[in-house]
């Protein structure tokens, strides 16, 4: 259900002040706004989420060797094909693409795990806590039903996510002016920006300059 969204000059303003303490150059004034006074904002439903995050973790998977038939059928099993994006089935079955582009959505899958609950920060020091204790056993062949209900996921308040989504913006911005060796952590703008791609697919804003939610493989990433 939508919620108000938070005021957005108060979370730019905090924004702005964590990319301060960080010790990371600021956006200019004229950077925009992720939304407008008087917006709106909800998350994607929670299944949805969850079809999303499972598969980033199958094409993780795959990435570190798992055979394309088994993911493939475990794929198929649980009725999650038709979420999978082109590119990510040219992967997961045939190994079309770039092996280090599908490994970076690590970051990704990580911004997921948090809107869903499942990890309780995103640190823009850090790398993610190890994830793959909270997603299937795919040795095992546990299913997603199963794994639904193990973990049963708690999406974080929509202003909470909107807000780390306007964090992230400004973070993606800030990290993408630093070589590697000016980095202030163990993260590049690399995951920065993986971790914005999870939180722009998850949040959806209701507005007069707001588009219909798209799919996974239509977030802009290039302002």
């Known amino acids: ?21 960080l010790g990371l150059a600021l956006p200019p004034e004229t950077f925009p706004l992720v939304w407008d006074p008087d917006d709106q904002v909800e998350l994607r439903s929670t299944i949805d989420l969850e079809r999303r995050a499972v598969i980033l973790f199958v094409v993780l998977e795959r990435t570190f060797g798992m055979p394309p038939d088994k993911a493939e059928s475990w794929l ?31 970051d990704a899958l990580a911004g997921l795990a948090w809107t869903l609950g499942l990890i309780k920060s995103l640190d823009p020091l850090a790398p993610p806590q190890s994830l ?24 974080r308040d929509p202003a909470v996510v909107a807000a780390a989504l306007d964090l992230h913006y400004c973070l993606d911005w800030a990290f993408l002016k630093l070589s590697t060796d000016e980095l202030p952590g163990a993260v590049d703008a690399n995951a920065i920006g993986q971790r914005r791609w999870a939180l722009e697919w998850s949040a959806v804003f209701i507005g007069p300059h707001h588009d219909p939610p798209g799919g996974w493989e239509e977030v802009d990433l290039s302002t």
């Open 1 to 21: 259900m939508p919620v108000p969204a938070p005021d957005p000059l108060a979370v730019r303003a905090a924004s702005l002040q964590e990319l301060a303490r």
């Open 132 to 155: 793959v204790e909270l997603f299937p056993d795919l040795l095992a062949e546990e299913s997603f039903a199963d794994w639904q209900g193990r973990t049963l996921s708690a999406p």
């Open 76 to 106: 198929d099993r649980n009725d999650l094909t038709p979420d999978v994006t082109e590119p990510e089935w040219a992967w997961i079955t045939e190994e079309i693409g770039d092996r280090r582009s599908f490994a970076l959505h690590l």
